[in-house]
């Protein structure tokens, strides 16, 4: 099980499976939505995932149809996205995460899009979208 917390800890979530497909993603929305120079996100399967308190300290920002941003409104930290093109699982930012995550990032994802002062260096697999299989 994993465990974590927004930065003010005002919401708290658990998740009783795993984390697939973490990547550290350097499109400029990533950049833009985090502030950093990529975002580490990792997908959740629905089921597994709940807010176990705060859940009415969220705030939801829609960039585009049918893709939702859930973020803390006292705080502002990141807490998970959805798309309702799949509702079977969701997308957290693995800052989110209190416990010791035991899955692994798999590769940078969107290197072309990376910010102009980004140093990458790196022995992960890069990719200019999408990892294959995704």
């Known amino acids: 099980m994993y465990t974590g917390t927004c930065l003010c800890g005002e919401v708290t979530v658990e998740i009783s499976g795993s984390i697939s497909s973490i990547i550290h ?5 990533c950049r833009k939505n985090s502030g950093t120079a990529f975002a580490t996100n990792g997908f959740v399967n629905t089921s597994e995932f709940s ?11 829609n960039f585009k149809p049918g893709r939702a941003r859930f973020f ?3 705080c ?11 509702k079977s699982r969701v997308r957290i930012r693995l800052g989110l995460i209190d416990s010791e995550i035991t899955e692994q ?3 940078h994802n969107f290197v072309t899009s990376k910010a102009n002062w ?3 260096e790196t022995s992960l697999p890069c990719y200019e979208q999408h990892e294959p299989g995704r």
């Open 25 to 29: 993603c350097h499109c400029s929305l």
């Open 51 to 61: 807010i176990t308190k705060g859940a009415n300290k969220l705030s939801e920002f």
């Open 72 to 74: 803390c409104k006292c």
């Open 76 to 86: 502002g930290s990141p807490i998970y996205s959805a798309n309702s093109d799949d």
């Open 105 to 107: 990032v798999v590769s």
């Open 118 to 120: 980004e140093q990458l």
